[in-house]
């Protein structure tokens, strides 16, 4: 399996921003995805996940109601949607899969990870 995430960038607080993580190899629809961060000198941070036909998301309270985690399991993909976006929110953003249809907000719990996409919020 290979996730590659894309879609990052510079932008000044409030605006919005999509990431987009496009997995390959022997991926399933069924297979929960999630997407974490991590800012300079910190641990990497659960952000969203969302479970394997789409029905369920779930969010960490730092994003909750500005961000939106969705799939589209024919095109294999899987997206992040930022909006009213913070300096707070300046990291990498990962994305990764998990082999199991339930999401999951622990990073030990995901199987697969992708390379990254930095996201720079200036004030």
């Known amino acids: 399996v290979q996730l590659q995430a894309s879609g990052g960038g510079l932008v000044q607080a409030g605006d919005s921003l999509r990431l987009s993580c496009a997995a390959s190899?022997?991926?399933?629809?069924?297979?929960?995805m999630g997407w974490f961060r991590q800012a300079p000198g910190k641990e990497r941070e659960f952000v969203a996940s969302?479970?394997?036909?789409?029905?369920?998301?779930y969010y960490g309270d730092s994003v909750k109601g500005r961000f939106t985690i969705s799939r589209d399991n024919a095109k294999k993909m899987v997206y992040l949607q930022m909006n009213s976006l913070k300096p707070e929110d300046t990291a990498v953003y990962y994305c990764a899969l998990r082999l199991s249809g339930f999401y999951a907000t622990r990073r030990d719990e995901y199987n697969y990870w992708g390379q990254g996409t930095q996201v720079t919020v200036s004030s």
């Open positions: 190899g022997r991926t399933s629809s069924s297979y929960a």
């Open positions: 969302i479970n394997g036909n789409g029905g369920s998301r």
